[in-house]
C-alpha cells in the first residue's frame, strides 16, 4: 500500500499543503518557475514552506536554494503526460564532445538533434536542451510540459543562472555562446510550460537518452 503523501507547494497560483496529486497540479501546471515537492508528512512539508517564507527563492546564493541543492527539492513526476517532450544530452568525455536532443514522449519522434559540440559537459549540453524546447514551444504558441532527468540543469532553468567551473577556450566557443542566448531568452521570457523531473526510477531512462550509459 503505498504511503501518504503531503505536496509542499513553494511557488505556484497558491502555496501551501496540499493532500493530493491532483490539488498539487491545479497550482503548479503552466505556471512558469513552479517549486514543489511531496513529503511522506506533513511536518517536513510545514518546514519546507517555512525556509520559503524566511528566503528568496531566487537568487542562488540564498539559503533555500542551497537547501534544495543539498537535497532533492525538484520532485519526480508522479505520472507521465504522454503528450510532452522529453530532452537528453550526451557527453563523451568530461569535458568532452556534447549533443542533445528533443523527442516526443509517447511517440518517440526525434523532433530535434543539436550535432556535436566541441569541450563542454553534460550539465551545459541539458541546459541548452530545456531552454532550447522552450523557446521552440514558446514560439509555437504551446504550453506542452518538458521532461528532464537533470536536477541540475533544471535548477540552472529556474534561477536563470549557469553555474559551471569549465573554463571558456577556442574550443567551446559554441556552447558558450548558445548558454549566452539561452540564458538571454530566459530572462526575456516568460513561458507557461511546466518543467517536469523525469521519474527514471520509477520509468526507466527518459525517452530522449542517447543510450550511451
Known amino acids: 500500500m503505498a504511503s501518504k503523501k503531503y505536496y509542499a507547494v513553494l511557488r505556484g497560483r497558491k ?19 513552479a517549486v514543489y515537492k511531496s513529503f511522506t508528512s506533513r511536518y517536513e512539508a510545514e518546514v519546507a514552506l517555512g525556509m520559503i517564507e524566511q528566503s528568496v527563492i531566487v537568487p542562488i546564493e540564498s539559503e533555500v536554494i542551497k537547501w534544495r541543492e543539498k537535497k532533492k527539492k525538484i520532485m519526480p ?7 510532452s517532450i522529453c530532452v537528453d544530452a550526451s557527453c ?11 523527442v516526443h514522449t509517447k511517440t518517440r519522434e526525434v523532433i530535434f538533434h543539436k550535432k556535436p559540440m566541441q569541450n563542454g559537459t553534460n550539465n551545459l549540453g541539458e541546459f541548452l536542451a530545456i531552454v532550447h524546447a522552450l ?16 536536477e541540475t540543469a533544471m535548477i540552472w532553468v529556474i534561477n536563470k543562472k549557469v553555474k559551471t567551473t569549465l573554463q571558456r577556450d577556442d574550443q567551446n566557443t559554441e556552447i558558450f555562446d548558445l548558454v549566452d542566448r539561452a540564458l538571454n531568452w530566459l530572462i526575456s ?5 511546466l ?19
Open 15 to 33: 502555496t501551501g499543503i496540499f493532500n493530493s496529486w491532483k490539488e498539487c497540479e491545479e497550482q503548479i501546471q503552466s505556471f512558469s518557475g
Open 77 to 83: 513526476a508522479e505520472e507521465v503526460i504522454s503528450d
Open 92 to 102: 563523451i568525455g568530461n569535458p568532452g564532445i556534447v549533443e542533445y536532443r528533443r
Open 135 to 150: 523557446a521552440y514551444l514558446n514560439k509555437n504558441g504551446q504550453n506542452t510540459p518538458i521532461y528532464s532527468d537533470s
Open 189 to 193: 521570457n516568460e513561458y507557461e510550460n
Open 195 to 213: 518543467v517536469l523531473k523525469w521519474n527514471t526510477e520509477k520509468w526507466g531512462e527518459i525517452p530522449a537518452d542517447f543510450g550511451r550509459k
